[in-house]
């Protein structure tokens, strides 16, 4: 089973629009780590954000926020006002402390800002 | 400098031919991995090791193998390139001691024709 999925394969918005890419995700242990990487189109994965499973406070950083939700397992994360350096692929992964460190990346979603 | 390197960062060669795509680190970590990228697909684990003696298979490890030389060296090869190894091929690092987290290298993007 998927352990982590992003349903949005694809997202276009105008510019200073909000989008929210949604993360859902699914494990059986009570102590993890869930991420966000942003992938420009020159390839490098650029890290965003890390959450632990026993810290449920959303997180804002400038334009970006983070809302963490145990009770429906999703992990989403909102850009305010989007600009079209934004456009990327976006992934969520998912790190058990069970399985020691190994990741389980979703399946991203790309995201087009128009001009 | 970088932390994690991957070299090379392009590759173009044949069916049938062995490539060993290199990964280095200067992070201290004793866990390295390699995943491949494939469009629509997210990042999948080919293999892993948590330190020198200790290698793992991952999701995807048929038509792979891996060597870790060193703690600071963990090298990937295609014994015999097919077409869909095309693929962008990421290194990371991660420590137990850093809450998980996995540093990626800039990745090699390999196409075999």
């Known amino acids: 089973a998927q352990k982590v999925t992003q349903a949005q394969t694809e997202i276009s918005v105008v510019e200073k629009e909000d989008v929210t890419l949604d993360c859902v995700y699914e494990?059986?242990?009570?102590?993890?780590?869930l991420f966000w990487y942003k992938q420009p189109p020159s390839g490098e994965l650029v890290f965003l954000i890390r959450?632990?499973?026993?810290?449920?406070q959303n997180e804002i950083s400038g334009r970006y926020s983070w809302n963490f939700q145990k009770s429906t397992s999703s992990f989403n994360f909102t850009i305010t006002a989007s600009q079209v350096v934004d456009s990327a692929v976006y992934f969520c992964?998912?790190?058990?402390?069970?399985?020691?460190?190994?990741?389980?990346f979703g399946t991203g979603t790309s995201l087009t800002v128009i001009p | 400098d970088a932390d994690v390197t991957q070299t090379p960062r392009n590759r173009i060669t044949k069916t049938g031919k062995r490539i060993m795509l290199e990964c280095s680190q200067t992070?201290?970590?004793?866990?390295m991995y390699w995943y491949r990228q494939d469009p629509g697909l997210g990042l999948r684990l080919i293999y892993y090791?948590?330190?020198?003696?200790?290698?793992n298979k991952g999701e995807i490890s048929d038509g792979y193998s891996v060597s870790r030389q060193a703690q600071a060296k963990f090298s990937l090869s295609l014994e015999s390139a097919i077409p869909n190894q095309t693929a962008l091929y990421f290194c990371?690092?991660?420590?137990?001691?850093?809450?998980?987290?996995?540093?990626f290298g800039p990745g090699t993007r390999l196409t075999v024709l």
């Open positions: 992964a998912l790190s058990e402390a069970v399985t020691g460190n190994q990741f389980y």
């Open positions: 494990t059986r242990d009570t102590t993890y780590y």
């Open positions: 959450r632990n499973s026993f810290d449920e």
């Open positions: 992070k201290g970590h004793d866990r």
């Open positions: 090791s948590f330190d020198v003696k200790d290698i």
């Open positions: 990371a690092t991660g420590s137990g001691f850093s809450y998980n987290e996995q540093f």
